[in-house]
């Protein structure tokens, strides 16, 4: 079994940037894909970006430009450096883990506001 652990969530100002890290910790042997979901009120949870073992990745089109995803293999944790936030980027952000199963984390809140 895989645990996860997020952190780095908090309130922003419009243009601010927030960094989150995921580390996963239990059964992490040969883990694939790892990323990060939203979900918004009153919104189904979205993908926001996933990346590889390799260090391939995707992002949604709304965030391109503005986040990057990243992992350090040797700690089994996954990074999701947002800049240039916007109001809408307001969201519970999920990190997950594709290994046998999907494993998600507790979430992180992150607000956009002035």
């Known amino acids: 079994q895989v645990q996860l652990v997020e952190s780095g969530g908090g309130l922003v100002q419009p243009g601010g940037s927030l960094r989150l890290s995921c580390a996963a910790s239990?059964?992490?042997?040969?883990?694939?894909?790892m990323g990060w979901y939203r979900q918004a009120p009153g919104k189904q949870r979205e993908l926001v970006a996933g990346?590889?073992?390799?260090?391939?990745?995707n992002y949604a089109d709304s965030v391109k430009g503005r986040f990057t995803i990243s992992r350090d293999n040797a700690k089994n944790t996954v990074y999701l450096q947002m800049n240039s936030l916007k109001p809408e980027d307001t969201a519970v952000y999920y990190c997950?883990?594709?290994?046998?199963?999907?494993?998600w984390g507790q979430g992180t809140q992150v607000t956009v506001s002035s």
């Open positions: 990346i590889s073992r390799a260090g391939n990745t």
């Open positions: 239990g059964n992490i042997f040969n883990i694939g894909v």
């Open positions: 997950y883990v594709d290994r046998e199963i999907r494993t």
